[in-house]
């Protein structure tokens, strides 16, 4: 079993940024790719970022390129994301997920986040115009 709590959401203006964390406890999180993904009010969830498991290669969604970044640091079994230059559309719920099967690009091409192992339980990210 893998545990998963995200912190750092707030309310924060446009053009603001944010730092989401996901803390980890339970089996090794070394060996799990890690994926943030988010769902606003009366949408599917979808895809944001996802990290391998040695933090070598990231995956992003076109919308957060070159705003968000994506990182971890396994020595305190934590993944991040920074949020840069936020817009109101970036306002939503986000979720890390881990998994120890899909790679980060299948993470993103799925989209949803079906198929992953563990699930943490959110963090509200709003964002005001």
């Known amino acids: 079993q893998v545990q998963l709590v995200e912190s750092g959401g707030g309310l924060v203006q446009a053009g603001g940024s944010l730092r989401l964390s996901c803390a980890a406890s339970g089996r090794a999180f070394s060996r799990y790719n890690m994926g943030w993904f988010r769902q606003a009010p009366g949408k599917e969830r979808e895809f944001v970022a996802a990290i391998s498991w040695s933090g070598t290669s990231a995956y992003y969604t076109d919308s957060v390129k070159g705003r968000f970044t994506i990182s971890r640091d396994n020595a305190k079994n934590t993944v991040y994301l920074q949020m840069n230059s936020l817009k109101p559309e970036d306002t939503a719920v986000y979720y890390c997920?881990?998994?120890?099967?899909?790679?980060?690009?299948?993470?993103?091409?799925?989209?949803?986040?079906?198929?992953?192992?563990?699930w943490g339980k959110g963090t509200l990210v709003t964002v005001s115009s």
């Open positions: 997920g881990a998994d120890s099967h899909q790679s980060v690009q299948a993470m993103g091409v799925i989209g949803s986040g079906n198929g992953m192992d563990y």
